[in-house]
């Protein structure tokens, strides 16, 4: 079922399910299918929901999981920057519901209430060869009622840590509102105003962490983003610059 929410910014639509696969790989569907801008994918429930990296991403009812279609006319390197906007509306989000909350964003698209995961980013695109496939695809999903256990990381949930259930729905309005809101910024101002906006909320900057890349690790001081939003670190041997890791604060 498809529904324009009159609320929302013009051009934002609603495809919404009981249950999915995941509202990613839906949306990406979508996009392939020549999809507008705005489109989003929101679903009760997904069966096989997925993080970065490919982990599975506990989906039971209850929570918030959805997606968002994008195209933006730009690089795909610029493109991606877009990745940080989710964690910039989520705060939002708990401002205006939770106005006491302590969240934080950790690098590179994770939010944190009480320094344990709330919700966590996925952002896919198309090939980039032609304006037809120009997309990304945006998935968040965020801990509203619940949190899933045994987790790589702690993991938490609004209602866990504050005892406020905000309704799902509500949650969809805001989130998109204010993500639309970011977009459009981002849109007309670049990076900068979205990467300050990020640093003020970044868990873990100037403290000691280590960015396992996978083969190699590297540890030091958390200084900032570039300016496509890579992790800056200052390690004994000099700045590094690390576009893709998992990142753990040495305490």
Request: aromatic letters at 10%; charged letters at 20%; glycine letters at 6%.
């Amino acid at each position: 079922m498809t529904k324009t929410l009159p609320d929302l910014p013009p051009g934002i639509s609603l495809i919404s399910h009981e249950t999915v696969t995941s509202t990613n790989y839906e949306a990406k569907l979508l996009a392939n299918d020549h999809a507008p801008e705005g489109t989003v994918v929101w679903a009760k429930a997904q069966t096989h929901g997925k993080g970065r990296m490919n982990r599975n991403w506990v989906s039971k009812p209850g929570n918030l999981y959805s997606s968002i279609i994008l195209r933006p006319s730009t690089s795909l390197a610029q493109a991606t920057q877009i990745a940080f906007l989710p964690a910039l509306a989520l705060g939002e989000v708990l401002a205006r519901f939770v106005p006491v909350s302590n969240y934080s964003f950790k690098w590179p698209n994770d939010v944190l209430l009480n320094k344990k995961k709330l919700s966590g980013t996925l952002l896919e695109s198309g090939d980039w060869s032609t304006n037809e496939s120009k997309w990304l695809v945006i998935g968040c999903g965020v801990n509203l009622a619940h949190s899933p256990t045994e987790t790589r990381f702690p993991a938490t949930s609004i209602f866990e840590e504050t005892k406020q259930l905000i309704p799902v729905k509500d949650a969809l309005f805001y989130y998109y509102h204010f993500v639309y809101e970011w977009y459009l910024r981002w849109s007309k101002e670049g990076f900068s105003s979205v990467r300050n906006a990020w640093l003020k909320h970044a868990h873990g900057l100037e403290e000691e962490m280590t960015a396992n890349c996978g083969q190699q690790s590297y540890t030091g001081r958390f200084i900032g983003l570039d300016n496509n939003g890579a992790l800056q670190i200052k390690t004994d041997i000099g700045l590094r610059t690390i576009r893709a890791a998992d990142v753990y604060l040495n305490h």
